[in-house]
């Protein structure tokens, strides 16, 4: 009777215990979790963007940094996988064999190409020049060392870390639909598609996010990652700012939520997407309301010129260092892409610039142009588009990570092997019954591809939906590789404008051997797809792979397996369409290098790795991929020197506050300082610009930087060769921003004429924030 009482007393407490050290989750740990981050932002001056294909659009400062964001999930004794999510355009093949490398090196066998997935966001306002194959870094004038190599180091890193904080955990599953982030560009495309499959669907754009939600034994929730379709292209073509996009910006909300909320709130407290409170306020233990006092302040308070500083002193400033709990992993939000081929964040659709009419529906033009026609919105600029678009998805991913109770069990597993996609043989089914094989091609892309899209529309003469070409075109571009009959009849019917499989001069100008890859984690399967997957090829793709999972795995689990698709993962091969929409030939078409069947390829070989995953079948490698990393050419200039005028020393202001400003929220102020070139420190896990806000009579403590969405730093210079430059710092000053005292920083580095490279930092005047 009296183990009855004791047991009746200490079952309710221990239930208790479990709940509050879950944070609200009652569950056993039956993975090992950890997670990284680690900036890769690359060079900020002189190097194009990777996207939109623009030669004009130079790296000209920082919007948002970029990281590369990692989860590991191991079973105790078992297997492990690695997903590694960057805030850049694509993944890339010789950044993916250069990580493996050191991977290699540094853990012997346990990190390989099997189990390590690096995948993209696919921003178009990052740095380019790092990918191998010729085609894709013609803008950004040859290979970019210095963008490879912060992205290898930045993922190395940030895959160091999630090792390093492996801990016993748990990990929840959670789904919901979000319905305003995205639309169609290529509607005309996607009604090409069966009717019959197309009314399965409420909407033309897959409205799914799927959230993983990490729970950590020791610390409760230390990270979530999730996919959702929308392009990252709510920044425009003509920005120039280094920047996340959409999902970056939705990253660092998210990062900065829960490091804010976890401050203040109890374990039993929900989490709520609220609008960010004053993020200094959680450093300094007081906030002046009263003006005159703040003038005060002000006054007494002496700005700062230019002074020599340590490469370590903006490190040493970076905000989220001094918000980060020493004794507590950082928390790790990532924002993945999914079949987002044919999705625009540019919610209004596409419309005339020179009329405001809509444009035509089919070829995207603008009476017979294509540069006219643009997408628009939600915004009334790209700053606020890629704000509100990014804001859905942090707050969709917070409704989710909050509600997730859904646990993942089971099996840590994966397949991997390559494909050479120029000619492979793909069985199909035929209409009327049974199978016939056909075959990809090697890659070419169509008229269309030179039209770009409504979120970047191309030049000259070419049009989306173009399944003819033109005879000017076609010869001119003949001279590199003229397609033969075969190559024709295979690409059919999109015309051939570059025959880029088949030119192998300076190097391969495009890829044939491609990864393909399978990670699981319990329920939860991962299909790694190293292109851009439009709506109902990603459909199709997961449905196929489903019906395995259900044949071959319908005894593991209760319910479904969640079936993701990570696009741009580990190479980059641009797009993949349905069959029907490739008939079209709008961008997406005329962008699937392999020809009409390229889906079709895709599903036979994921269905043959899924098998082998549920079977417990090996698969063979395939053919290695090309290491052309010896080959690469590079023709961006190096930074011969930095100058400044005669008197004037780096890091001096050029243009300062007024004395005794006083600003409200919601004002703009800008600084302009004397500066160098961002390319001779890249300011790696520090920052360019910094707020920094006065606590008590002394002491400044920082408040925004580079990572913060309000703040910009901007770098310019008068003529294009002039080695005097210019850094200008715009701080949209928040709605959540605390009253006080603020002056705004500057670091950077200058390279003298004999190579030497010295840091530098400066101060604007003090002003209030009322």
Known sequence: MMGRRIRMIWFPMLMLLLVENSEGVISASNYLVGLGSYDITGPAADINMMGFAKMYQIASGIHMRLRARTFIVAEPQGKRVVFVNIDACMASQIVTIKVLERLKARYGNLYTKDNVAISATHTHAAPGGYLQYFVYIVTSFGFVRQSFDALVDGIEQSIIQAHDNLQPGSIYVNKGELLDAGVNRSPSAYLNNPAEERSRY???????????????????????FNWFATHGTSMSRTNRLISGDNKGAAARFMEDWFAQDISVRKPSDAFKAKENPPRVSNIIPFVHENHCELQELNASSRSSSSKPATRFMSLARRVRSALRQVDRPAFVSAFCQNNGGDVSPNLLGAFCIDTGSPCDFNHSTCGGKNALC??????????????????????????LFNTASEQLKGKVDYRHTYVDFSKLEVTISKQGGGNEVVKTCPAAMGFSFAAGTTDGPGSFDF?????????????????????????????????????????????????????????????????????????????????????VLTTKASKEIDGNFHVVIAGLTNAYSQYVTTFEEYQIQRYEGASTLYGPHTLNAYIQEFKKLAVALFSGQSVQSGPGPPDLLDKQIGLLPPVLMDATPPGVKFGHIKTDIPN????????????????????????????????????????????????????????????KLCPISHATIE????????????????????????????????????????
């Open 463 to 547: 049009k989306q939906g173009d399944v003819k070409g033109n005879a000017f075109w076609r010869w001119l571009f003949s001279l590199l590789k003229k397609p033969n009959k075969e190559q024709v009849d295979c690409q059919r019917p999109k015309p051939i404008l570059l025959n880029t499989g088949e030119v192998k001069q300076p190097y391969d100008w495009s890829p044939a051997i491609l990864p393909v890859q399978i990670l699981r984690i319990g329920q939860l399967v991962i299909l790694s797809v190293p292109g851009e997957v439009t709506t109902m090829a990603g459909r199709r793709l997961r449905d196929a792979v489903q019906t």
């Open 202 to 224: 409420k909407h033309d754009v897959d409205k799914d996010m799927t959230l993983l939600k990490f729970v950590d034994d020791k610390w409760g929730p230390v990270g979530s």
């Open 660 to 719: 005794n400003s006083t600003f409200k929220r919601g004002d703009n102020v800008i600084v302009v300082f004397w500066s160098a070139s961002p390319r001779n420190d890249l300011m790696t896990e520090g920052t360019f610009a910094l707020v920094e806000i006065l606590q008590g009579k002394d002491t400044w403590v920082p408040g925004y930087d580079d990572d913060d969405f309000c703040l910009r730093f901007i770098w310019s210079r008068p003529a």
């Open 374 to 399: 643009f997408g628009r919105g939600p915004g009334p600029d790209e700053f606020e588009s890629t704000r509100i678009i990014g804001d859905r998805q942090f707050k969709k991913a917070v409704e």
């Open 731 to 770: 701080w949209r000053i928040p709605e959540t921003a605390a009253s006080g005292v603020y002056r705004i920083s500057h670091f950077g580095s200058a390279k003298s004429l004999l190579g030497s490279i010295k840091p530098f930092t400066g101060s604007s005047s003090a002003f209030v924030v009322t």
